[in-house]
């Protein structure tokens, strides 16, 4: 099945720190998806990236959806406490499943 | 509130034994998937529904099995359980089953197995 690479697994950063993570994938994919997990709850969907090329934020978030449709990275500016938790990116192609890549876990240290 | 309910939220029960976990997606939402989560892993696909037709198959044990039923809800069947069967499942729905992109997830349903 279609592999997600998703990097680094973690990261301990100081807030105010920006933080970027990367994911890639051996097929392409259609849509591109980051979602965020927190502790005892279900992945919630921050961007969704449907063209290659694109870019779009979401506050102090920024995404980008790879021109080879293969690849996508998340950033995060200004980090604060509240971005901690577990970062999924995601990808739909054309047999209509949603792949995860293994998540990068978060910490942000005051 | 993401809109999606799953029972039971915990669950513990013996190696050999079946359990069904249930879901129900958002209103309106006609595709189910179905995911595995193991101690801080990813998320593992197992199956997707749309509309009461499985649609896409993921890593799903043949031990599983999921279906649809006409209201929507849907039922994932784990038999024969094992001590790695231990994990988060999560089910998550959207409003379409082709490429819209956005899942929105129950708050998981936790299976230990003893």
């Known amino acids: 099945g279609q592999q997600l690479n998703q990097s680094p697994q973690s990261m301990f950063i100081q807030e105010g720190e920006d933080v970027s993570m990367n994911c890639t994938s051996s097929s392409i994919f259609n849509t591109w998806l980051w979602y965020k997990q927190e502790p005892g709850e279900g992945p919630v969907l921050l961007i969704a990236l449907y063209k290659a090329g694109e870019l779009t934020s979401n506050g102090r978030l920024t995404a980008q959806f790879g021109i080879t449709r293969k690849d996508s990275f998340l950033n995060i500016s200004a980090s604060i406490p509240s971005d901690v938790g577990i970062y999924f990116c995601?990808?739909?192609?054309?047999?209509?499943?949603?792949?995860f890549g293994a998540g990068t876990r978060l910490t942000v240290k005051p | 509130d993401s809109g999606v309910t799953q029972t039971p939220k915990h669950l513990i029960t013996a190696t050999g034994q079946r359990v069904t976990l249930r879901c129900s997606p958002r209103?309106?939402?006609?595709?189910v998937y179905w995911y595995q989560q193991s101690l801080d892993q990813g998320l593992q696909f197992l199956i997707q529904y749309y509309n009461g037709e499985e649609r896409a198959k993921g890593n799903i044990l043949e031990r599983f099995s999921a279906q649809q039923f006409p209201d929507l809800h849907s039922e994932l069947n784990l038999s024969s359980l094992e001590l790695g069967d231990s994990a988060l499942y999560f089910c998550a729905s959207s409003v379409w089953g082709s490429n819209t992109g956005e899942l929105f997830f129950g708050e998981g349903s936790r299976l230990t197995v003893l």
């Open positions: 209103s309106g939402d006609l595709s």
């Open positions: 995601a990808g739909q192609g054309n047999n209509n499943d949603m792949r």
